[in-house]
């Protein structure tokens, strides 16, 4: 049973950087697509980035483009966000999500089977 740990989040300051990391135990993360969403209070969950199973296929969302950036690192069993530039409504649970599904979009969390438990990013002054 594959089962995910998140890891790197915390508090930091506008304009900070973050690099958050998802862990795989029980299984490797090598045969499946990775999403990572987030949560604030207050709104629905939302996907920002994907990465297929091969590294090939990255999809990141408008609101963190050229800011986040996802990849993965097969030997280390572990897909991680960089988070540059961090803004206060970046401030969120974040969470990555494990699938081997491609019925629905990579932004929709049905898609996914597998979660881990979230780690918090606080951007505040």
């Known amino acids: 049973q594959l089962q995910l740990v998140e890891s790197g989040g915390g508090l930091v300051q506008p304009g900070g950087s973050l690099r958050l990391s998802c862990a795989a135990s029980g299984a490797t993360l090598n045969y499946f697509h990775i999403g990572w969403f987030r949560q604030a209070p207050g709104k629905e969950r939302e996907g920002i980035s994907f990465?297929?199973?091969?590294?090939?296929?990255?999809w990141t969302v408008d609101s963190v483009k050229g800011r986040f950036t996802i990849s993965r690192d097969k030997a280390k069993n572990t897909v991680y966000l960089q988070m540059n530039s961090l803004k206060p409504e970046d401030t969120a649970v974040y969470f990555c999500a494990a699938t081997g599904d491609s019925r629905y979009a990579w932004t929709e969390a049905r898609r996914y089977n597998y979660w881990g438990q979230g780690t918090q990013v606080t951007v505040s002054s």
């Open positions: 990465i297929s199973i091969s590294g090939n296929t990255v």
